[in-house]
């Protein structure tokens, strides 16, 4: 399985400000996809990040809220923008490796309070 | 996106039962149906998968059995133990390679 690390692995933030979780993973990936689990509920994605393009975002999400950039094959990054408590959530970041197979693994999540 | 859905919601055994976890699905064009499990602050970690050319994988104590008729698959494990405790989540995908998630079953494993 492909490794894969995100930081940071938790944060703490004020109202109406912004972070941004980096995903990293040790080999090149096909896909990178970003997640987002709010506390004891199961996973919802948030956009599919593109190498060198516009990432794809699904229904509910939008760049403004959460700008995301895959400059080369191995990472990513995910920003909150201007957040609220109803951000707090865990953010991950998976990858689909097609020398594996369809597998999709996970990174280990960014827990983000916001306060 | 499409919903799977996941029952039920919550599960307890006694060591060495049989759990039995269920999904059901809505797309018929997915061909892809992996469970997940997740333990307390932990990634979801890829646990078992299956197509929908097979009836059934089994690895190791885990088993996945699918009805494509009834457009449904469930996991089993099989002698489970204390340290299978965790959230289980079933998923399913198609072309886009894009998971939608079920609800997801907590499921703790007694002494």
């Known amino acids: 399985s492909a490794v894969i690390s995100q930081k940071p692995s938790r944060d703490i933030c004020q109202r109406g400000t912004s972070l941004t979780i980096q995903c990293q993973v040790d080999s090149q990936v096909t896909m990178m996809f970003w997640y987002r689990q709010q506390p004891g509920q199961s996973l919802t994605l948030i956009a599919t990040a593109n190498q060198g393009s516009e990432a794809t975002y699904e229904s509910g999400f939008v760049i403004d809220k959460f700008p995301i950039s895959r400059p080369n094959l191995t990472f990513s990054t995910l920003t909150v923008s201007n957040m609220s408590p109803e951000d707090s959530s865990i953010y991950l970041c998976?990858?689909?490796?097609?020398?594996?197979?369809?597998?999709?693994?996970f990174g280990p999540g960014t827990r983000l309070t916001v306060l | 996106q499409q919903q799977v859905k996941q029952s039920p919601q919550s599960l307890i055994v006694q060591k060495g039962g049989i759990p039995i976890i269920n999904c059901a699905y809505e797309n018929t064009a997915f061909d892809y149906f992996p469970w997940y499990q997740q333990f307390p602050g932990k990634g979801p970690a890829l646990l078992i998968a299956?197509?929908?050319?097979?009836s059934e994988k089994k690895e190791g104590r885990f088993t996945i059995s699918f009805n494509k008729s009834a457009k449904q698959f469930s996991l089993h494990i099989m002698d489970s133990q204390p340290g299978d405790s965790a959230t289980y989540f079933c998923a399913n995908t198609g072309t886009a390679s894009k998971l939608t998630f079920g609800t997801g079953t907590r499921l703790q494993v007694t002494l």
């Open positions: 299956i197509r929908p050319d097979v």
């Open positions: 998976s990858v689909l490796a097609k020398r594996i197979g369809n597998e999709q693994f």
